[in-house]
Antibody, heavy 115, light 109 residues
Framework: QVQLQESGPGLVKPSETLSLTCTVS????????WSWIRQPPGKGLEWIGYIYYSGSTNYNPSLKSRLTISVDTSKNQFSLKLSSVTAADTAVYYC?????????WGQGTLVTVSS | QSVLTQPPSASGTPGQRVTISCSGSSSNIGTDYVYWYQQLPGTAPKLLIYRNNQRPSGVPDRFSGSKSGTSASLAISGLRSEDEADYYCAAWDDSLREVFGGGTKLTVL
């Protein structure tokens, strides 16, 4: 059974860079698309972007200028970097497997942007 | 403001059949598949329906999806207390991003 686990700081200061890593276990990261999705407290889901195991990416246009998603196949991990964060970036961040739909999800990690 | 429109709430009694609607446009639902997710309180979303009406392994056949034009629906028959959750529809949009509905909170009375 494929499992995903997000890791990274739970608190980030405004204007700094939010960095998260998703570790995939129970299966290879190869041959699949991997996505990030977030959910502000009490609100709905927002797709952030995806990466193919080969490294090709597709980002949400609303976040594209601040966003970098990368993959490390040797570690079975993929990562998210979101720069110049504000309070509006406070959310539970989920990693998931899939391009257009997401069949496996991590448990999510709350990232709060605050000074 | 979500790209896909869902009713904020729905309710039903045990055993009843309930439907949740999802309205989009020709830029998303009208030209691509619809997906549905169930999010139980405090947990990650779970894929419930993919490609309009396909159920992943392990999802009961009480859950069914349909699509017509630029709208879609999720139907839950034989409602159970454990179905109380938030439900989200999703679709790929011509703006090259996945879009979600705002979510529907289902209450089992």
């Amino acid at each position: 059974q494929v499992q995903l686990q997000e890791s990274g700081p739970g608190l980030v200061k405004p204007s700094e860079t939010l960095s998260l890593t998703c570790t995939v276990s129970g299966g290879s990261i190869s041959s699949y698309f991997w996505s990030w999705i977030r959910q502000p407290p009490g609100k709905g889901l927002e797709w952030i972007g995806y990466i193919y195991y080969s490294g090709s990416t597709n980002y949400n246009p609303s976040l594209k200028s601040r966003l970098t998603i990368s993959v490390d196949t040797s570690k079975n991990q993929f990562s998210l970097k979101l720069s110049s964060v504000t309070a509006a970036d406070t959310a539970v961040y989920y990693c998931a497997r899939g391009e257009y739909y997401f069949e496996y999800w991590g448990q999510g990690t709350l990232v709060t942007v605050s000074s | 403001q979500s790209v896909l429109t869902q009713p904020p709430s729905a309710s039903g009694t045990p055993g009843q059949r309930v439907t949740i609607s999802c309205s989009g446009s020709s830029s998303n639902i009208g030209t691509d598949y619809v997906y549905w997710y169930q999010q139980l309180p405090g947990t990650a979303p779970k894929l419930l329906i993919y490609r309009n009406n396909q159920r992943p392994s392990g999802v009961p056949d009480r859950f069914s999806g349909s699509k017509s034009g630029t709208s879609a629906s999720l139907a839950i028959s034989g409602l159970r207390s454990e179905d109380e959750a938030d439900y989200y529809c999703a679709a790929w949009d011509d703006s090259l991003r996945e879009v979600f509905g705002g979510g529907t909170k289902l209450t089992v009375l």
